[in-house]
């Protein structure tokens, strides 16, 4: 069957740390995968997004990477804040299709 | 820009009760999308359309209908609430023709109880 898993425990930090989220996908074929970051009680908002022949793509203190063979993508905060606290959430972009396709999200707590 | 607009914020509904979520998007997007989520377990997929007149199902449609008569509007109808329905929709849109991805823009959702 096809899954896109996140972890479902949450992520507790110490400021300053990099803060590193795992995405794992089995019986898709994307074109792209992107993340997301959701507060509560607002809707996700776009993040980064890697193509399925990149590697690895660099925002500000985000990295994503992509590894099409490990069907796995880790998404990096480095030098995390408080502010960074947050679920983000994991999005397949799924090939020939119209379709974004949601991991459940991984919440991340970063503590002062 | 407002960017995707959705209304009303808040429902209760009764078990068989009727009624529409209306969504809006005033950045001329082809693509517009509903999206359900449960505590914990993600964005579902309920319906999605790529242009006016054009819907399609997503994962779990069961108990929901779609209607796409402008660009600007996509508006997901319940018929007979159940409880199962209890949950926060998400509309959303894109256009991929600039990235090529589905870099969605999402409302603020609008959470639906029903009792």
């Not at chain 1, 992520?11 to 993340?35: D, H, M, R, V």
């Not at chain 1, 009680?41 to 099409?68: H, M, S, Y």
């Not at chain 2, 309920?46 to 796409?68: C, F, H, L, M, Q």
Request: charged residues 20%; hydrophobic residues 35%; aromatic residues 10%.
């Amino acid at each position: 069957s096809q899954k896109i898993e996140q972890n479902s425990e949450a992520l507790n930090i110490q400021e300053g740390k990099t803060a590193t989220l795992t995405c794992n996908y089995t019986n898709y074929s994307p074109a792209y995968l992107q993340w997301y970051r959701q507060d509560p009680g607002r809707g996700p908002v776009f993040l980064l997004l890697i193509r399925e022949n990149e590697k690895e793509k660099r925002k500000e203190r985000l990295k994503v990477t992509f590894d099409t063979t490990l069907k796995q993508s880790l998404f990096h905060i480095t030098a995390s804040q408080p502010a960074d606290s947050a679920t983000y959430l994991c999005a397949l972009d799924i090939k020939g299709g119209f379709k974004t396709i949601f991991g459940a999200g991984t919440r991340l707590f970063v503590k002062a | 820009n407002a960017g995707v607009t959705q209304t009303p914020k808040f429902r209760i509904l009764k078990i068989g009760q009727s009624m529409t979520l209306q969504c809006t998007q005033d950045m001329n997007h082809n693509y517009m999308y509903w999206y359900r989520q449960d505590p914990g377990m993600g964005l579902k997929l309920i319906y999605y359309s790529v242009g006016a007149g054009i819907t399609d199902k997503g994962e779990v449609p069961n108990g929901y209908n779609v209607s796409r008569s402008t660009t600007e509007d996509f508006p997901l109808r319940l018929e007979l609430a159940a409880p199962s329905q209890t949950s926060v929709y998400f509309c959303a849109s894109t256009d991929p023709q600039g990235t090529g991805a589905n870099v969605l823009t999402f409302g603020a959702g609008s959470r639906l109880t029903v009792l």
